[in-house]
């Protein structure tokens, strides 16, 4: 099962990479998805900086948990953004959110051990 669950954090690492390097060049469908959002070029570099940041994340083991959580939560975002404003296509933003889910829960007791340790500096 380990095997497994790195292969599918690698493949998903990957997929999140090159989907940040499409938003950074400003290709489409993301410059114009993110133009009908409203929000402009700045917030696709945003997105694309938080996608290579969860996606580096997920190939350090005690990180990998939590940034199934963060990736979850950022498919969960495209999700509704494809449903509700650019009308588009929510199957790959689907399939990646429950990926991301299936990793938070393959990788749940190290990101248990990580919020432990950021509470316990925290007291």
Known sequence: ????????????????????LGK???AE???STFEAIGLGD???????VLEVA???ALLVPRLAGAAGLALAGLMAGAVLTEAF?????VVLPLALL????LIAWGRRESTARLWSAV????S
Do not use: D, K
């Not at 700045?42 to 694309?48: I, N, P, S």
């Not at 429950?98 to 889910?101: E, K």
């Not at 509470?119 to 925290?122: C, E, K």
């Open 1 to 20: 099962m380990r095997i497994v669950m790195w292969i599918l954090q690698i493949v998903v690492a990957g997929f999140f990479v090159m989907a940040a």
């Open 24 to 26: 950074f060049a400003g």
């Open 29 to 31: 469908p993301s410059a």
């Open 42 to 48: 700045w917030f696709r570099v945003v997105v694309g």
């Open 54 to 56: 969860g996606a580096v």
């Open 85 to 89: 404003v650019s009308g588009g296509w």
């Open 98 to 101: 429950v990926l991301c889910l």
């Open 119 to 122: 509470a316990g500096r925290a």
